[in-house]
């Protein structure tokens, strides 16, 4: 299927946030998203799939339950004053690190030119979702050296799409963190923020969706000054 967007429909942002599924991009980063926002940075949303396996009910309608969390990742994306969000439509579960995907990546690097990126980390060892590796893999390929590299895909070029440099990325749900955000002020947007993803909320493991959260947030903050937190793995480029 075809992305929602193509890269001479978008403008440039500060923060590019790579998300595999709907929904991930606020459990990770949405307090530090919030914060951006509040700043006057520009965001930009880019979900790999749609979600359109995330059911436990084996008579869901893929394709309904697509359109479903298209809708609430806009919802969510606009309460954290993201304004552009594009679907790139790959097939959740099915995400492979392929030269086109990684092609693809590059392309909406191009196109956002941000300065950080954050997305799922792929170094989480054993249970962890494999679109989550996947792509947590291909955007730091596509980040270095593929999007700085003018000979790397040139066909990019022609499409008017110059190399850019990335400063940072950010990995979420990494097991060596190496960086806090203070989102004590805007936990309360997280969690508006995720109570979008409602047809995600019935499957959760345990009854108090936000008692979980603020544990986890709880947790990421311990040994900083932080009440709340996220919690990163943050990569520095070379200059
Ligand atoms: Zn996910």
Not at 25 to 31: C, D, H, P, Y
Not at 54 to 74: K, T
Not at 122 to 129: F, G, I, S
Not at 214 to 219: L, N, P, Y
Request: charged content about 30%.
């Amino acid at each position: 299927m075809l992305p929602s967007l193509r890269p001479p429909d978008v403008t440039p942002v500060d923060l590019l946030v790579v998300a595999p599924h709907p929904d991930d991009a606020e459990l990770g980063a949405g307090g530090t998203v919030a914060r951006w926002t509040d700043e006057g940075r520009h965001v930009a949303y880019l979900v790999v799939t749609s979600g359109e396996k995330g059911s436990a009910d084996p008579d869901a309608d893929p394709r309904a339950l697509a359109r479903v969390r298209e809708a609430e990742q806009r919802a969510a994306a606009r309460i954290l004053g993201v304004d552009q969000v594009v679907f790139l439509r790959e097939p959740d579960q099915g995400l492979e690190d392929t030269p086109a995907f990684r092609r693809e990546m590059v392309r909406w690097i191009r196109a956002f030119r941000p300065r950080i990126v954050v997305t799922s980390d792929p170094y989480r060892r054993y249970l962890w979702h494999r679109d989550h590796r996947v792509v947590g893999q291909v955007v730091l390929d596509a980040v270095f050296p593929y999007a700085r590299d003018p000979l790397a895909f040139p066909e990019l070029l022609e499409e008017g799409l110059p190399p850019h440099k990335v400063a940072e990325v950010w990995c979420w749900a990494s097991e060596d963190p190496n960086h806090r955000v203070d989102v004590t002020g805007v936990f309360a947007r997280k969690v508006e923020a995720l109570g979008c993803h409602r047809s995600q909320l019935a499957g959760l493991p345990f009854e108090d969706p936000a008692a979980w959260l603020w544990d986890r947030a709880r947790e990421a903050a311990r040994g900083t000054p932080y009440e709340l937190a996220e919690a990163f793995h943050r990569a520095v480029a070379l200059p």
